[in-house]
Structure formats: C-alpha cells, structure tokens
C-alpha cells in the first residue's frame, strides 16, 4: 500500500477515535498529516470513500493477523477486544457508513470466518458444497445480526460473553443440522 495513504487513513482513524465523521472535513485530515487537499482527492473521492476504505482496510488486517479457522472462539474473542479498543472509531464508523457498505464488509468477514472452519472441520465428512453454502450463510446470519444488535446498542453489553454463550447454544443445533442433512459432525464439533 501507498506510504501516503496510510498516513492518511491513520490520520483519520485518529481523529475518528476524537469525534464523529460529520465533524471531521478534509482540512482536519491535510492539517494533521502535513499534506495538501490535492494530495488527499488523489487517492481518495471523499471522506466516505475513505471511511469505506478504513473499514475494509481493519476488516482485512484483522483477518490477515488474528483469525485461526479451527478456533471460532478465539477469533470472536480477537474481533471483540479488537472492535472494543476502538469502540468510538467503530460507531462512528456504524453511524456513519451506509448501512448496506458496513454491512457488506461485515457479511465478508463473517464469511470467512465461518467458511474457513467448516471447510476445516468438515475435510472428512459428506459435506456438499450445497452443505457447506447452506450452513455458512445461516451461520453468517446468526453471527452478523449478533454484531449489529451490539452496535445498535452501543457496545452495552459484553459482547464476548454473550457470544460465546451463542455458540454454546448453536452447538448442539449445530450437531442436529448437520444430522438432518445426513452428515455425521466430525469429532462432535458443531460448524461454529
């Protein structure tokens, strides 16, 4: 990646973490990075697009540098304490993102990681791609629509507790789906 866009977008990742997007403006970002206006279009349409690119751009590291697929647990635990060190950067980022783009780089993330460990659990079993398509799209579900309730309660209540007695409570629904689709869950483990 470009040394100047980084700057930029820890620029802004700053003063996220100082106020909300609405009062942020170009100005504020050139001024703390040392850099011209002009510098600023160049790599990027708006603060919008640069928030979009903000949000990808932690999507993408946290992915890339925390999450082990056979360990949805620990990577719940790692996207939580991640989102939670940067609790007001993140709703300002909610709040101001349209909801469909916040949502698409969640559905990614959730995507992957739920995809990554049932192809990990699931190498020996009976699994069909309809299997897996179908089993990884409830579990993005179940795991996105947790995410957003958190965000739209304002991160007020322990996430990592309440997930994982989410995935205490899908585990053995987890057994019983993939029983009904004739599948036997490897060692016990349910898909999340």
């Not at 309440?162 to 585990?171: N, P």
Request: glycine share 4%; proline share 4%; charged share 25%.
């Amino acid at each position: 990646m470009n040394r100047t866009k980084d700057m930029i977008a820890d620029a802004f990742g700053d003063l996220l973490d100082e106020k909300p997007i609405s009062k942020i403006t170009v100005k504020d970002i050139v001024d703390r990075c040392g850099i011209n206006r002009n510098t600023f279009y160049y790599h990027f349409q708006d603060i919008p697009d640069l928030c979009e690119h903000i949000w990808k751009q932690r999507i993408d590291d946290l992915i890339a540098s925390h999450c082990r697929p056979d360990s949805p647990r620990e990577a719940l635990s790692v996207a939580v304490r991640f989102f939670t060190e940067h609790k007001t950067a993140m709703l300002h980022i909610y709040r101001s993102l349209p909801r469909d783009v916040f949502q698409r780089h969640l559905d990614q993330l959730a995507i992957y990681l739920v995809g990554e460990y049932i192809d990990t659990v699931s190498e020996d079993s009976a699994f069909t791609e309809a299997h897996r398509a179908f089993v990884v799209h409830y579990y993005k579900c179940v795991l996105v629509g947790i995410c957003l309730d958190w965000l739209d309660s304002n991160m007020s209540y322990d996430m990592l507790k309440f997930g994982l007695l989410v995935f205490d409570l899908r585990s053995e629904a987890g057994r019983q789906m993939l029983e009904q689709m004739g599948i036997p869950s490897p060692d016990g483990a349910a898909p999340v």
